[in-house]
Every structure is written in C-alpha cells, then in structure tokens.
C-alpha cells in the first residue's frame, strides 16, 4: 500500500505562482514513477506532469511545459509540483498518483492516488 496526501493549493491570481506537495508514506521502494493529474468540471482528468522516482527524469504535458516543473525530495518522500505564469485554464482539482509499474501519462495506469487539492486562478 501507498499513501499520497497533496496539500498547496488554493485561489491565485493570473500570472502567479503556487507550489503543490504530495506526501508519500507507506511502499515507497515500489513506486516507479509520480504522475500528476488534474481535473476541471465536466471535463475529463488530464495528464500534467510525471517524474521517475529513481532517476528523476521529467516529461510534461504541451499546455503546462515551461510553466510547471516537477521536483522530488526523496529524503522526505515528497514531490512536489511548482506551477509558474498560472492563467484560468489551469483551474482545476489537482492529484498526485504513484505508478507502480513503469512510466505513464494515463491515469488508468496508475494503482494509487491522492484525495486531491483544489486550484482556482482568478483573472
């Protein structure tokens, strides 16, 4: 079993900056790589950011790509996912999620989740 608890978000105004945590305890030595996802209302979940959770390499989606950076901290167990020039779009319920398998931008590859945290951009 792997726990994963996000916490950092909140209301910022376009063209500011929030930082997300996502807290990871339990089987860490399993996970393979951290994903981030997000979820706007009436629309589908939709792939952020992923890092490998040995190596560290990064891979971004095209609507978040020189914007949001993704960062581990593996003495903490934490990843973290830095989200620069914020506009509107990127409103939306943020999670972390742990694949314990390889190295996805699906979320139906992922085995474990995070309860989310809520991100509002105000124009």
């Known amino acids: 079993q792997v726990q994963l608890v996000e916490s950092g978000g909140g209301l910022v105004q376009a063209g500011g900056s929030l930082r997300l945590s996502c807290a990871t305890s339990g089987r860490t030595s399993s996970i393979k790589a951290m994903g981030w996802f997000r979820q706007a209302p009436g629309k589908e979940r939709e792939f952020v950011g992923i890092i490998s959770w040995s190596g560290g390499t990064t891979y971004y989606a095209d609507s978040v790509k020189g914007r949001f950076s993704i960062s581990r901290d593996n003495a903490k167990n934490t990843v973290y996912l830095q989200m620069n020039s914020l506009n509107v779009e990127d409103t939306a319920v943020y999670y972390c999620?742990?694949?314990?398998?390889?190295?996805?931008?699906?979320?139906?590859?992922?085995?474990?989740w995070g309860q989310g945290t809520q991100v509002t951009v105000s124009s």
């Open positions: 999620a742990a694949d314990l398998t390889g190295y996805s931008d699906s979320p139906r590859s992922y085995d474990y």
